[in-house]
């Protein structure tokens, strides 16, 4: 509840809730939490056979969980086993991708930094809790959207039609599946399905360990060290002219974001921000070490780039960056932070709010079900919540009889459900 | 609506927690952000130039659904010629506090541009006191 960067959980009737306005899939509550009260809402894998044409869409990372002594193709080749007929890379398109941020950037020279719209979570935390920053995101569609925009035309090329074609994201978080559910500035996903990494990589593992699995190639050869790296800390930054950061970490990002508002000049051309720690390699579905993963990738690109140097001429030159279809649509800014539309409601809720914090005790314990006690009062100045849900109001107005005990149960219950308090009271 | 905060001279750690606190509190209040911005900005300035110069000092926000002002007090040793103060680059600052990226000579003149209205008295050897105003309606 605590970790939440927009507040966006309550706890009531013993359960967490999300406000889904508020939330922005970052899964930081999925990392901490004690009991896995957080679900993460997937396909069915067996949705893959509704299509004659399965393919599997692979970020870079889950190679990068095998200990090295499984081979990507191995990886590929369990991956026909389970019943996907192509296998894609899909950070095969990054080049595309780095294409349209240097067109991007120069139609665009007046705002700056420029923020990479790579992490989804990240996008959404910028049009909930920095709606001034929206402009400056890179509208050019991550990676994810852009390779099954592209395979999707191969397949279509050599005669499958598009119905027939399914394609499936192995995901490394929860935020990727919302952009494929919900998508910010697209009004429909080219991807068909969602995949949970945690769970794939779990049954290729099995397959692998137990049978003997044959050796395949990805349906693509275009895959490069820049891919490879691309989802990790400083996979873009590295690729942008001028002055580039990368933050990694929700609460290393908020703080920076929070102090850009602030600063009129900072110089800077370009913000990569992964809402991850180690961006995808630490992704909430990542099932392996995220350094290892980080280290296995720079080994696997070291590879790659040694071999680039042998084999001349590889094929990206053919793709060219089409504004119209690979660029993102417009990217509203949807705060969650007003009091009220109105100026004057919203003045006299803030006055309220700053009334209620006097009395409450500032300790932000969390009992109350609200995150902090600020956070209460706006509940309570919204009408989420009563003043007699913090226990220390509580106690007070049991002492001066304006509340019975009875009543005060039921409060209680009402947050934390009746089966903890039957629980405490044996 | 008041807001009210302290400010001490030679707190450089601290500059900006009243700006910072104003941005919460004019987002909540559905301000457009290009006006946030404006008016962080200043107040930062405002209280850099606290912080760098004077003793100590006082902010008082004044909130109207329409428009904010701003009262900056300080105790400290004042500015004697304030047109000169208000040219870009004209700096007084230590060198220590230029040392730590401030006293560039341009805050006066930033608070200014970010401002609707301005107004700046100054008495030598008592202290400082600026008052700015800016629009907040659509």
């Not at chain 2, 909130?63 to 500015?79: K, M, R, S, W």
Request: glycine share 8%; net charge negative; hydrophobic share 40%.
């Amino acid at each position: 509840m605590t970790v939440c960067p927009t507040q966006a959980i309550r706890v009531r009737e013993g359960l967490a809730r999300i406000f889904e306005d508020r939330c922005v899939d970052c899964g930081e509550c999925y990392k901490v939490c004690p009991v896995s009260a957080i679900i993460i809402e997937q396909d069915d894998f067996e949705e893959i056979y509704r299509y004659p044409v399965r393919v599997a869409m692979l970020p870079s990372v889950l190679i990068g969980q095998f200990p090295s002594r499984i081979p990507a193709k191995q990886v590929y080749g369990a991956l026909r086993e389970m019943g996907f007929t192509h296998v894609f890379e899909i950070d095969s398109v990054v080049d595309l991708v780095q294409q349209g941020y240097e067109m991007f950037s120069k139609e665009h020279s007046d705002l700056k930094p420029l923020i990479s719209t790579f992490c989804p979570a990240i996008v959404r935390l910028i049009q909930v809790r920095f709606p001034s920053l929206v402009d400056q995101l890179v509208r050019v569609k991550p990676p994810m959207d852009l390779a099954a925009i592209h395979f999707k035309e191969v397949l279509t090329e050599q005669g499958h039609s598009p119905e027939s074609i399914g394609l499936f994201y192995v995901t490394p978080c929860a935020a990727k599946i919302a952009s494929v559910k919900s998508p910010v500035g697209d009004t429909l996903s080219p991807i068909n399905g969602v995949i949970n990494m945690e769970y794939l990589y779990n049954r290729l593992l099995q397959l692998i360990t137990n049978q003997d699995i044959k050796e395949a190639d990805q349906d693509s050869d275009l895959l490069n060290e820049r891919g490879i790296l691309w989802s990790l800390t400083r996979g873009e930054s590295v690729h942008q002219k001028g002055r580039s950061l990368a933050i990694d970490g929700m609460n290393n990002v908020t703080e920076f974001l929070e102090r850009l508002e602030e600063t009129e000049d900072s110089n800077l051309d370009f913000l990569e921000l992964r809402a991850c720690d180690e961006s995808c390699a630490g992704g909430v579905l990542i099932s392996g070490n995220r350094f290892l993963t980080v280290e296995r990738l720079n080994s696997r690109a070291e590879t790659f780039r040694r071999e680039a140097m042998v084999k001349a001429g590889s094929g990206y030159t053919e793709w060219t960056y089409v504004p119209e279809t690979h660029n993102l649509g417009p990217i509203e800014a949807r705060s969650m932070l007003v009091l009220d539309a109105d100026r004057i409601t919203a003045m006299q809720k803030m006055r309220k709010v700053e009334d209620l914090l006097k009395v409450l005790p500032g300790i932000d314990c969390g009992a109350c079900g609200s995150p902090t006690c600020r956070a209460l009062a706006e509940d309570i100045v919204q009408e989420r919540a009563g003043i007699s849900w913090c226990i220390f109001l509580q106690e007070v107005q049991l002492k001066n009889g304006k509340l019975t005990l009875d009543e005060a149960d039921r409060i209680n219950a009402g947050i934390w459900g009746s089966d903890r308090q039957n629980r405490s009271q044996k | 609506m008041d807001l009210h905060y302290d400010i001490k001279g030679g707190d450089f750690v601290n500059a900006g927690h009243a700006s910072s606190s104003l941005k919460k509190v004019l987002k909540q209040l559905n301000v457009d952000s290009r006006r946030i911005k404006r008016l962080v900005i200043a107040l930062y300035e405002a209280e850099v130039n606290v912080v760098a110069h004077a003793y100590r000092g006082t902010i008082q926000v004044q909130l109207y659904p329409g428009e904010v002002e701003i009262t900056v007090e300080d105790e400290g040793p004042g500015i004697e010629d304030i047109e000169q103060a208000m040219q870009e680059g004209y700096s007084t600052a230590s060198p220590e506090v230029r040392e730590m990226g401030f006293g560039a000579g341009m805050g006066l003149p930033n608070i200014k541009r970010n401002c609707d209205r301005f107004h700046i008295e100054s008495t030598p050897g008592k202290g400082t006191s600026l008052v700015i105003r800016n629009s907040i309606s659509d």
